[in-house]
């Protein structure tokens, strides 16, 4: 096991991504926004998650 980074809590991702808790929340119910890991109750992103993301909405920006 590999640990590179703490994971993201939503608070910090949205910021990151300079978008609303509430965008963030959305994004996962609706299943568009990046992946993220459940953990108990918390919600948590491992941030090569949010940079992959990241680079598919870019790619397809460009296509």
């Known amino acids: ?3 590179n980074k703490p994971l993201g809590k939503p608070p ?3 910021k990151y991504l300079g978008v609303s808790e509430e965008t963030l929340k959305g994004w996962r ?3 568009v926004g990046p992946d993220y890991v459940p ?3 918390h919600v948590r ?3 090569s998650a949010v940079e992959k993301w990241l680079d598919q909405q870019a790619a397809r920006r460009s296509a």
């Open 1 to 3: 096991m590999t640990i």
């Open 29 to 31: 119910w609706k299943g």
């Open 45 to 47: 992103y491992r941030w």
């Open 39 to 41: 953990v108990g109750r």
């Open 12 to 14: 910090e991702v949205a």
